[in-house]
Each structure stands twice: as C-alpha cells, then as structure tokens.
C-alpha cells in the first residue's frame, strides 16, 4: 500500500510539473517577432468608403516585409455597435461589415503567412456590448441559458458602484466593464459576498458557460489561421479579486488547454504588470499603462491622453530614466525564460511618440533606437515609424474621446484621406515643421535619411544580432537620476552592444567601467565618440543624439 501511494505522489508531481513548464512554454517565433499594431478603421481604405478595412491590410502585406515587421496584432475586426471603436462587441464569430467578410480575414491570414507574417486579433474577453444578442437574452424576465452569463444584482433599486440601471424586464441593475455599454461578462467572483446573491463563485454554471464560449471563439479564429489574440483589460475577468489568485488559476487553465491545440499559437496581455500577467499564463504583456511605473516617465509629456510635466524623452532635457531602468530590470528579471516584456511605441489608448515638443525627426529617430535595442518583444503603432503626430485637436470618433488623437488615418503619401476631410481640416496632417518631419510613407520610402528608412535599418541590425534582439541580456552601465545619456549593454554569447541615448537638447557625457575591451566599432552611429583609458570609458554624445557601437 505504501509504495502504491509512493507512486501515485510521484504522478502527481510529474503532472504538476509537466502542466508547470507546459503553462511556461511560448513558440519560437516570438524570440525573433517584431510585431505592427493595425487600427483597422483608420489604416488603408480599399474601397473608397472613408473606413479602412481588412482587404485594405492584404494589399499593404509586403509594406510590413519591406520594413522588416514580421507579426501584426489588428485591433478589434468583429461585428460592433462601435461605440467603442470595436471594443462593443455583438458578434465575436463575424467581421464587422465595414471591415469585410469571415473570408477576408482567412485570405489576409494566408496571404500574410505566405510572407512570414503571423497574424494575431484582438480578443474582448471580459465584457460585450449592451446590443449583443447573449446580453438581450440575458435581460429577459424568464430564466434562460443567458441569464447568467452577465453579472445582475435582484432588483432594480440594488445599484452597487459601477452596475448600470436600464429598462430591462428582469429585475436588476447590471455591472459594466468600462462604459456603461460593455456589460461585464460572467466569469465568477474570487470572494463571493454570500448577502449579494449576483456575485457567483467561478464554479457555478453561469462562469463555467462563460468560460466554456471564450475557448470556443479562441477555436473558432485559430482553426481558421489565426496565430494567437492579445486579450483585452486580461485582469478584469475575475471579479473581488485583489491578490489576482483566481485570476492567474483561470488564465493558467486556459493556457494549458490553449498550448495543448495551439502549440505554436501566442497570448498576449493587456496587463500592464508583466510579473503578473506572465506567470497568469501569458506570453507576453505590456509595460505601458499609466499604472505602471517607468513608461510615463520615458514618454508621456504635456500633450496626450495621460499628461505630465516632464519626461526622459524631451528636449528640455528634464527626466530621468531611472524608474523605468528599475520596474523594466526588475520586471524582466522575474519573467525570464517564461514570456516577454513589450515596451510599445504607442497604442490606440495613448498618445504617440511625436506629441507635444517632442516634433522632429531627429528626436524621433532616438526614441525608436531606444525601443529597437530593447529586449523583449517590439510593437510598433501604425503610423509611428513615419512619425505620425498625436493631433489633440482631431474630432472624436466612436467613443474615443481624447484617443482620437492617436488614431487618424495613415499618411500613405501627402494627400492620404480615410475617415477626415482634407478640404475641412486642410491642417490636420501638418507636421509642426514641414521643413523638418513629413509623416508619409510616399516621401519617407524614396528619402534614404528618414524616420522610415531608419527603422527599416534599426530592424535590420536587430534581427542580424541575437545580441540585440528579443532573448538577449540587457544591462544598464549609466542610469543617473535627472542626467544624460542613458547608456546599456546588450548581449548574448560572445556578441556585445552598446547603445547610447540622448534625447535632450544639450551635449551629454557619461563615464564608466567595462571589462576587457579593446575596440567600439560604430554599427549606427549619429554624433558620438568615445575616450578609452584601460577600463575606464568616456562618451561624447552630442544633443538629440543616438548611437550603437559593436564591441570589440
């Protein structure tokens, strides 16, 4: 009897084990991925109709070979009221018809996997909309398969903080996920408050259908190609729970189940805590919210959707990198070998990197050699490897409020028109200095000197060196609070880089100690030399200034 229990602890642990690693794997092609984030409605229209769509993105797939993006992440493509750009869902199994058909978006994934291309949509877990068929189910009078699959509470003058009144014919008050038109699904309370009968534990029915009908849309779009989903407010599904402990449960069982039909399939996270999100199961997170420490203070300035009045990437010269040097090391450190921190250039929530000062060229050429030599996974915004400005001025578009900014139409050449009136807003495409920064693919492609040509050259280097890809080491060597440059290794094997990063206005010089080398041979090098005395190094950066060095 002994040894049969013996035996039977042994399994156990190998099936903890096995599931343990299993949850930690990701495939190989995100240690080499360079992913483009699409804004559909705004990116190529390809049938005149003033809305960009699905077969406009097929016709543009070799811009993304040419540049060197290898993976594309498309904002929300399904049936929406789009009173939240897409983020209201009332289909999850169809296209919107502004954006095409189910057979567009088979075609554009294989289409783009014939290029090398992964292809991964956006996945609205937590919440529909208000239109959408489950939810009009949901609010009837008579108990049915639906009733549960959204969060009521018994009455309609039983209204907690964030539910939502309605004329509905059941008796109740409904809890929304973000706006008041994106009722939350029902996946279950952490900690069930037994004197509110609408909060479930996660194991009851109504959780467990919710559950269920996720997995079947993730099957739904990856039989039909897709390469994976970032998922949409990822911490949000589980309600009460603070320490996210039910939260990582339920993410880690779909992400057993997950790699076990998708082996090759990617989850990504809208998480803002990489820490957290990783070890809940997904592959890669987001270091960017305004939440999270390090990524306002490298980008967010005076003009935007979050707003500050200093940060590291400025002309003025008045930041500092060392919150985001700490959260960014910490944070990778605590994921290594089970995922990826992403450090984006942008997204549809938050302002671009040409926003407020920060206006030219130059100063953009910086910020993307910065995030170019990052470790982790990069993702570019549409529009901002031309420099697209973040326009506070442009009119709100299906809920977008202030975001408007970030999401205009992509300048394929000067006169590009998708969704606004040249003719009205004659300035809207205007650079602050035309003389200095023309946002459009048309002049960037054929001018050698450009943001454009630039990043095409940064992707190129990247992706010629393990050292400076996604998998390589990255370490600080000069991080000083309120001082310039920044200065980090990357490295992997034998192969070594060192960047340096001066976005201010002013010339800038940083001293430090390596070990045993004889030569820096400049790789992609603007303005900066060097000094070396034994282990002693001294750089020379000029303002507004970039460099990559090779070590010798």
């Known amino acids: 009897m002994k040894k049969e229990i013996i035996i039977l602890l042994l399994l156990i642990i190998t099936f903890l084990v096995k599931s343990q690693n299993q949850s930690y794997t990701y495939p190989g092609w995100l240690n080499r991925a360079i992913f483009y984030q699409i804004y559909t409605q705004s990116f190529k229209d390809s049938n005149g109709d003033g809305i960009g769509d699905i077969p406009g993105i097929i016709e543009k797939l070799d811009y993304f070979t040419e540049i060197g993006f290898n993976a594309l992440w498309i904002n929300p493509c399904f049936e929406s009221t789009f009173r939240d750009a897409g983020y209201d869902i009332t289909n999850y199994y169809q296209v919107a018809p502004?954006?095409?058909?189910?057979?567009?978006?088979?075609?554009?994934?294989?289409?783009?996997?014939?290029?090398?291309?992964?292809?991964?949509?956006?996945?609205?877990?937590?919440?529909?909309?208000?239109?959408?068929?489950?939810?009009?189910?949901?609010q009837k009078r008579v108990k049915n398969d639906f009733s549960d699959r959204y969060i009521w509470t018994n009455s309609k003058e039983t209204k907690p903080e964030n539910f939502v009144s309605g004329n509905f014919q059941r008796n109740g008050t409904y809890l929304k996920n973000y706006f008041d038109c994106q009722p939350a699904l029902n996946y279950g309370y952490a900690n069930p408050n037994p004197k509110n009968k609408w909060e479930q534990p996660v194991t009851a029915t109504g959780p467990q259908k919710t559950k269920e009908e996720l997995k079947n849309i993730i099957t739904f779009w990856m039989?039909?190609?897709?390469?994976?989903?970032?998922?949409?407010?990822?911490?949000?599904?589980?309600?009460?729970?603070?320490?996210?402990?039910?939260?990582?449960?339920?993410?880690?069982?779909?992400?057993?189940?997950?790699?076990?039909?998708?082996?090759?399939?990617?989850?990504?996270?809208?998480?803002?805590?990489?820490?957290?999100?990783?070890?809940?199961?997904?592959?890669?997170?987001?270091?960017?919210?305004?939440?999270?420490?390090?990524?306002?203070?490298?980008?967010?300035?005076?003009?935007?959707?979050?707003?500050?009045?200093?940060?590291?990437?400025?002309?003025?010269?008045?930041?500092?990198?060392?919150?985001?040097?700490?959260?960014?090391?910490?944070?990778?450190e605590k994921v290594e070998g089970k995922g990826f921190v992403s450090i984006p250039s942008a997204n549809h929530d938050f302002q671009r990197p040409a926003s407020g000062t920060r206006n030219t060229e130059n100063q953009l050429k910086v910020l993307m050699t910065f995030l170019l030599t990052l470790k982790g996974v990069p993702f570019i915004y549409y529009g901002d490897e031309i420099g697209m400005r973040y326009l506070s001025y442009a009119p709100e578009k299906e809920?977008?409020?202030?975001?408007?900014?970030?999401?205009?139409?992509?300048?394929?050449?000067?006169?590009?028109?998708?969704?606004?009136?040249?003719?009205?807003?004659?300035?809207?495409?205007?650079?602050?200095?035309?003389?200095?920064?023309?946002?459009?693919?048309?002049?960037?492609?054929?001018?050698?000197?450009?943001?454009?040509?630039?990043?095409?050259?940064?992707?190129?280097?990247?992706?010629?060196?393990?050292?400076?890809?996604?998998?390589?080491?990255?370490?600080?060597?000069?991080?000083?609070?309120?001082?310039?440059?920044?200065?980090?290794?990357?490295?992997?094997?034998?192969?070594?880089?060192?960047?340096?990063?001066?976005?201010?206005?002013?010339?800038?010089?940083?001293?430090?100690?390596?070990?045993?080398?004889?030569?820096?041979?400049?790789?992609?090098?603007?303005?900066?030399?060097?000094?070396?005395?034994?282990?002693?190094?001294?750089?020379?950066?000029?303002?507004?200034?970039?460099?990559?060095?090779?070590?010798?």
């Open 399 to 552: 809920g977008s409020g202030k975001r408007s900014g970030s999401s205009t139409p992509m300048q394929w050449n000067a006169n590009a028109n998708a969704g606004f009136s040249i003719s009205e807003e004659n300035d809207l495409y205007l650079p602050i200095d035309t003389n200095i920064l023309r946002p459009n693919v048309q002049f960037q492609l054929s001018n050698p000197s450009s943001l454009l040509n630039h990043v095409r050259k940064l992707i190129e280097i990247r992706q010629s060196n393990e050292a400076l890809g996604n998998t390589g080491e990255f370490i600080p060597l000069y991080a000083k609070e309120n001082k310039y440059p920044l200065v980090f290794l990357r490295k992997k094997n034998n192969s070594q880089f060192l960047i340096v990063i001066n976005p201010s206005g002013k010339q800038a010089v940083a001293e430090f100690y390596m070990e045993n080398i004889s030569n820096l041979t400049p790789v992609l090098v603007d303005k900066a030399n060097y000094i070396k005395t034994g282990k002693n190094i001294k750089l020379f950066i000029d303002q507004v200034s970039y460099a990559i060095f090779e070590i010798q």
């Open 98 to 138: 502004r954006y095409g058909t189910n057979e567009d978006v088979k075609q554009l994934i294989n289409e783009a996997h014939k290029k090398g291309i992964k292809i991964c949509l956006d996945l609205v877990a937590g919440h529909t909309s208000d239109q959408h068929d489950w939810f009009k189910q949901s």
């Open 223 to 332: 039989d039909m190609g897709a390469d994976g989903f970032r998922v949409d407010m990822a911490y949000s599904v589980i309600k009460n729970d603070k320490d996210f402990s039910v939260t990582f449960k339920f993410w880690q069982e779909i992400r057993i189940w997950f790699h076990s039909k998708y082996p090759n399939g990617c989850l990504i996270a809208e998480w803002g805590c990489p820490e957290l999100a990783i070890n809940a199961g997904f592959m890669i997170d987001f270091m960017m919210h305004y939440w999270t420490p390090g990524y306002p203070s490298l980008f967010f300035n005076q003009e935007g959707t979050v707003t500050r009045n200093d940060c590291f990437f400025s002309i003025e010269g008045s930041g500092s990198p060392v919150e985001f040097i700490k959260y960014y090391t910490e944070q990778m």
